[in-house]
């Protein structure tokens, strides 16, 4: 009973805000924004080809922010979407629901890329060629991180939140503080990377920012709209601190300065209102899914003619890049609607 009456009186503000809002197109183009920018931090998986260390540069400083960006954005729909979770039964049943969308997806291209990378790896030049079955298996399962399908993570790790985060915000919802200084806290405490609990602890903060803006989310959507070129600069500023801080201090720094600014540039920027990042965020999961499959794929056949060493990679990249991105585009619209199960697992 004390719990019915503690969920009703946690949730009743987020479902009159919910109650009042449509779809957000500003969220569409940011997860579009940000599976761009991972897309793109995938055409290179191991050594930057010789001759191109500006792609080498730009993948470092892409990765100071794009998956915390990544993950507040999704804190925000996970909060904007979370119905009325009141009773142990009805927490299972939305985690059941959560991982019954986003398991099969992941356990599938993971074994698909296992055997992809198995199979083509004696006729094309593949990243990291897998061990046997079984230690892929256990990889796949426990640490992911080191799995053919490593790029997976963050279905992975996103799973975890679903499970973690319907009882922090029913419980702690009410003092945000808290929940912003635990995701401060574990950020730096030491841990393993099984089941992903480096990441977890790692990228817990940006996805609890995401939460609990939602709580005031119309104030929330007002300062940054207000401030978006003071937030623009802070974040752009925010580069010097790798000059005087660890790499985890400066990550979070940079992370936490891109939010704000990297969603008031996708409300108002004149290239946020460019139609490619809906389309980008309407496939945010397919593209995440496929993307190392198709960029794999295209590399491995380009390379058998050129290389892609010096210029080579000037003309190689942006093929790269359109594969992994319109690639699983057409195959979701056009192959996998055909396909019940396939098409299902990967929405």
């Not at 499970?163 to 730096?188: D, M, Y």
């Not at 990679?313 to 979701?332: E, S």
Request: hydrophobic residues 55%.
């Amino acid at each position: 009973m004390l719990i019915k009456v503690l969920a009703s009186l946690v949730f009743s503000k987020m479902v009159n805000i919910l109650s009042k809002k449509n779809r957000l197109i500003d969220i569409d183009r940011s997860k579009g924004f940000a599976i761009f920018l991972v897309v793109l931090g995938h055409i290179v998986a191991t050594d930057v080809p010789q001759g191109n260390e500006w792609y080498g540069a730009l993948k470092f400083y892409i990765y100071k922010f794009h998956m915390p960006f990544f993950m507040f954005i999704s804190g925000i729909i996970m909060a904007y979407t979370f119905p009325v979770v009141n009773s142990l039964k009805s927490y299972f049943e939305y985690v059941f629901k959560r991982l019954k969308r986003l398991a099969p997806g992941y356990l599938l291209f993971g074994v698909l890329i296992y055997l992809g990378k198995s199979y083509l790896s004696s006729t094309l030049q593949v990243d990291d060629v897998p061990g046997d079955v079984y230690s892929e298996m256990y990889n796949l399962l426990i640490v992911p991180s080191k799995s053919a399908g490593g790029s997976l993570w963050f279905v992975y790790v996103l799973m975890e939140m679903y499970i973690i985060f319907p009882l922090i915000i029913l419980f702690l919802i009410h003092r945000p503080v808290l929940i912003i200084l635990i995701g401060v806290l574990i950020a730096f405490v030491p841990v393993t990377d099984s089941f992903m609990l480096d990441r977890f602890c790692e990228y817990f903060l940006f996805f609890s920012i995401g939460v609990v803006v939602v709580q005031s989310y119309e104030k929330y959507l007002c300062l940054i709209d207000k401030y978006s070129y003071i937030f623009l600069a802070l974040f752009i500023l925010s580069f010097l601190s790798m000059s005087y801080f660890s790499q985890i201090d400066s990550k979070i720094i940079i992370g936490i300065f891109s939010l704000p600014a990297l969603h008031s540039f996708m409300r108002n920027g004149f290239l946020g209102a460019l139609p490619v990042w809906e389309l980008f965020g309407k496939y945010t999961y397919s593209i995440y899914l496929m993307n190392t499959i198709l960029i794999g794929i295209a590399k491995g056949f380009m390379l058998t003619f050129f290389s892609w060493e010096g210029a080579g990679f000037l003309l190689m990249a942006p093929v790269l890049l359109v594969a992994g991105l319109y690639g699983a585009i057409f195959i979701k619209s056009y192959i996998l609607p055909r396909y019940k199960i396939l098409d299902r697992i990967t929405s």
